[in-house]
């Protein structure tokens, strides 16, 4: 169930790389990468946890509310993270060149249908 | 210098809270914020600090270039941050109603000319 999901938000997504459900302990319940030479792809969504983990403290201290969306652009790649439930989030990856907007959207709209199987 | 080019960042933003000049390693350039209740400013720009290594780690990680832009939505605030230069970048606090776009915007306007004024 999770594991289809998280593969057609990659798959719908043009240019997606890979997505990854997680909790912010750091341990995934579904992921799905497109082959990807050059970095250790399981590796990457443990550090997404510490980022999420980082910023979540950050929004804390500025008494910020729950943290909804985080994006960030680097010159290879668009990560777009998206919350789904008090204790897990999704992160997806694109190319740089992909459709960062469709990402979002697409996040957005799977974010309940997510949220609605965690709670099961 | 920079503190006019922070100020001006902020006010030009529809629903700017504030904005920094810091580098990666915590040490404020130049800040503007707006008398704000409830949050230590100071505070939460190290706190920017110390995501924006994680993020940077996570980059290099994924050999993803370096990374540009990075933006926080929370239920009561957007924050954008944008990389000047090697070992500075800029954040920028928005009421979550604010004009987050334009506040985008200004920091890529603004970018080249805080890049300029600090390898001078």
């Not at 999901?5 to 459900?21: F, H, K, S, T, Y």
């Not at 979540?56 to 439930?85: D, N, P, Y």
């Not at 697409?106 to 709670?119: D, G, S, T, V």
Request: net charge negative; glycine share 8%.
């Amino acid at each position: 169930m999770f594991n289809e999901i998280i593969r057609n938000i990659v798959d719908e997504a043009a240019g997606g790389v890979g997505a990854v459900l997680m909790g912010y302990d750091g341990i995934a319940i579904a992921q799905f990468f497109h082959p990807y030479e050059g970095a250790d792809l399981q590796m990457v969504a443990v550090e997404y946890a510490n980022i999420l983990k980082e910023i979540r403290k950050t929004a804390e201290i500025l008494e910020a509310g729950a943290v909804e969306e985080v994006c960030i652009k680097s010159q290879k790649f668009h990560v777009v993270i998206r919350s789904v439930h008090p204790d897990y989030f999704v992160a997806l990856t694109l190319q740089w060149d992909g459709n960062f907007g469709k990402g979002r959207y697409l996040l957005m709209r799977e974010a309940p249908r997510i949220r609605k199987a965690l709670e099961l």
